[in-house]
C-alpha cells in the first residue's frame, strides 16, 4: 500500500526540486536584469543632455566628435547649437508680460530712462584706453571692478566629454580664454576607474590655476529623478548613486566640511519625462541651503529662450525659483561634451576688483554676476535710495515701512534711483532690449529702434556699446511689507539672440 504512495511522493520531490531549481534561475535572472536597470538606466539617463520639446539631442554628433582629432574638432560647436525655435520670438511681446501692461513703456529719453553714452576711457584709472575687456566701466564709482568671464558646467572623458580634466584647465586657459573655469564632470562614472578621482581633479585644477586664470574642481550630480546640480568647493564629490535621494545630497551639501561649498540648478527640465514632478523636487524650498544655492542656468549652449516658461509655462524658472524663497543669481553655461572649453558664447561674468579664487567665490557667495551669451559684455546693475550707496547686483536693500499716514500718502512717492552700465566692443551685439523685471513680471521696457546711433561710440575706429542707462523707481512697489527682487535682461544682435541677465537686488522689508 506504501510503495504507490512513496512513488508518487519521489515524483513530487523531483518535480518540487525542478520547480525550485526553475524558479531559483528564474529569481536570478529578474535579479540581474533589475540589477543591470538600476546601473545602465540611470547612467544611460545622466549621459542625455537636456531635451525640451522642441531641442532633440543627436547622440550620433556625441560619438563623431570622440573620433575627432580634439583640435579638428574645435569647429564642432555648430552641431551642439540648439536649433531656433520659432515659437519664441523676441520682437513680440514676451509670454509673461501682464495683460494690462500697466508700466511705461521705455524709450530713449523718456521720463522713466534716461542714456548717456560715455567713454570708457574716462572710468579707468589708466589714461590710456586699452581695446579690452576687463577694463571696463562697470562697478561703482567708489569701487571700481571688472567684468571677468568664465563657466562653472564643463565635461571632460572623466565622463561624457574628451580629453582629460588637465588638458581642459589648460585649453580654457591658454585657447578658451576664459578668467576663471571649472571641471564639472559626472562623478557617476568614476566608480570602474580609481585614476578619475577629486584629489587629482583638485589637484589638476590647482597647477592650471595662475595670476590670471582661476581652474576649480567641481562635479554634476546627475540624479536620473531629481535632475542636474553644479557644486563647486565642495570636499569631494556625492553621487546620485551615493546619494540616491535628494535628501541625502542635500544633507550632505549642509556638513560642516561642505559648507564653503557652492550648489546651482542646472539646466531645468533636464527631466522631461517626469514633466517637473521630482526634477528639484518641485524646487521644494531649504532654508538652511539657501545661502549655498547660488545660481540657476538661465543660458545653456547657446540657447536662453528654452528658460523664459518655467514649470508653470508662465514665467521663468529662475522667478519660480525666487518666489519659492531661493536666491540664485542667473548663469550663463557652455556644458560642453567636446575639446572646446571657452570657445562656445554662454558664460557668467562676474564682479570684482581683482581675480583669484577667493574673490571669485565671494562674488558667487554674493550673487555678483551676470549670465551672458556675448563673449565680451561687462554689465553693472545698481539700485539706491536716495541719499544712500548703490547697492550693486546680489545686493539687498531693506524698504522703509509703509507709510500708512494719511498726510505722507499724498506726497511725492519716493525715487529709488535704478542705474545699468554696460559694455559691449562687439558691433555684432548691438544691445535692442533692455527689460526690468520686478517679482517675475516685466516693469520697465527700454527698447533701441535706431542703432547704433543711440547707444554707439567709437574708439580705436571701431564701434562699441557703452553707457549708462538712469531710472526711478517709485518706492511704493517695494514697501507694502513683502519681500521683492528687481533684475533686468538684454536682448542684443538684429535678431535678439545674444541674452544678457542679471542677478537680483533684494528688498526686504
Ligand atoms: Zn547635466
Ligand atoms: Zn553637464
Keep these: ?141 567708489s569701487e571700481p571692478m571688472i567684468g ?81 546640480y553644479i557644486v563647486i568647493g565642495s570636499d569631494g564629490v556625492c553621487s546620485a548613486v551615493k546619494c540616491a535621494d535628494l535628501n541625502d545630497f542635500y544633507e550632505w551639501l549642509l556638513r560642516p566640511e561642505n559648507k564653503h561649498a557652492l550648489v546651482a540648478f542646472a539646466h531645468p527640465l533636464v527631466q522631461r519625462d517626469n514633466a517637473g514632478r521630482f526634477e528639484f523636487r518641485k524646487m521644494q524650498y531649504l532654508p538652511a541651503l539657501q545661502k549655498q544655492m547660488f545660481g540657476m542656468e538661465v543660458i545653456h549652449w547657446s540657447g536662453h529662450d528654452q528658460f523664459m516658461f518655467g514649470f508653470s509655462g508662465k514665467k521663468p524658472f529662475i522667478d519660480e525659483a525666487l518666489a519659492m524663497g531661493w536666491l540664485p543669481g542667473p548663469l550663463g553655461s557652455q556644458d560642453n561634451h567636446g575639446p572646446n572649453w571657452g570657445l562656445a558664447n554662454s558664460r557668467i561674468g562676474i564682479l570684482t576688483k581683482a581675480l583669484d579664487r577667493e574673490s571669485l567665490m565671494e ?54 534711483e535704478t542705474r545699468l552700465r554696460l559694455f559691449e566692443p562687439d558691433e555684432y551685439n548691438a544691445p535692442r532690449r533692455i527689460e526690468w523685471i520686478l517679482d517675475g513680471q516685466i516693469v520697465g521696457r527700454l527698447d533701441f529702434e535706431n542703432l547704433p546711433h543711440e547707444l554707439s561710440s567709437r574708439a580705436l575706429e571701431e564701434n562699441y556699446y557703452s553707457g549708462e542707462i538712469l531710472g526711478s523707481l517709485p518706492e511704493s512697489m517695494l514697501n507694502d511689507g513683502q519681500q521683492h527682487y528687481i533684475y533686468v535682461r538684454m536682448f542684443m544682435a538684429n535678431d535678439f539672440a545674444t541674452y544678457a541677465q542679471s542677478s537680483p537686488i533684494i528688498f526686504t522689508p
Excluded at 518540487?16 to 529569481?27: H, T
Excluded at 560715455?118 to 576687463?134: A, E, I, Q, Y
Excluded at 577629486?198 to 597647477?207: F, G, I, M, P, V
Excluded at 549670465?371 to 561687462?378: F, I
Design 363 to 416: 562674488a558667487l557667495r554674493s550673487r555678483r554676476f551676470y549670465a551672458t551669451s556675448s563673449r565680451d559684455l561687462e554689465l553693472s546693475f545698481e539700485i539706491r535710495m536716495p541719499g544712500q550707496p548703490w547697492v550693486q547686483m546680489g545686493g539687498t536693500i531693506a524698504t522703509p515701512k509703509p507709510r500708512l499716514d494719511s498726510k505722507h500718502q499724498t506726497s511725492k512717492d519716493t525715487q529709488l
Design 148 to 228: 571677468w568671464h568664465g563657466t562653472l558646467h564643463s565635461h571632460t572623458g572623466w565622463s561624457d566629454g574628451a580629453a582629460t580634466p588637465a588638458e581642459a584647465f589648460a585649453f580654457a586657459r591658454d585657447i578658451g580664454g576664459l578668467d576663471f573655469f571649472a571641471v564639472t564632470d559626472h562623478p557617476e562614472s568614476w566608480f570602474f576607474n580609481p585614476g578619475r578621482n577629486w584629489e587629482t581633479l583638485q589637484k589638476n585644477a590647482e597647477s592650471a590655476g595662475g595670476a590670471n586664470f582661476v581652474a576649480l574642481a567641481g562635479f554634476e550630480y546627475s540624479s536620473p529623478i531629481f535632475g542636474h
Design 1 to 141: 500500500m506504501n510503495r504507490p504512495n512513496r512513488k508518487i511522493n519521489a515524483r513530487q520531490r523531483r518535480v518540487m526540486r525542478l520547480a525550485a531549481v526553475g524558479f531559483g534561475i528564474f529569481f536570478g535572472l529578474c535579479l540581474m536584469l533589475y540589477a543591470t536597470w538600476k546601473t545602465i538606466h540611470p547612467l544611460w539617463l545622466a549621459h542625455r543632455e537636456p531635451v525640451t520639446q522642441r531641442q532633440t539631442f543627436r547622440p550620433a554628433m556625441a560619438t563623431s566628435w570622440r573620433k575627432m582629432d580634439w583640435r579638428e574638432a574645435l569647429h564642432a560647436e555648430p552641431a551642439f547649437l540648439a536649433p531656433a525655435l520659432p515659437w519664441f520670438d523676441p520682437r513680440l511681446p514676451p509670454v509673461n508680460e501682464p495683460k494690462d501692461f500697466p508700466y511705461q513703456r521705455g524709450a530713449v529719453g523718456n521720463s522713466w530712462f534716461k542714456y548717456s553714452a560715455m567713454d570708457p576711457g574716462s572710468l579707468l584709472p589708466s589714461t590710456r584706453f586699452k581695446w579690452k575687456r576687463g577694463l571696463s566701466i562697470t562697478g561703482s564709482d
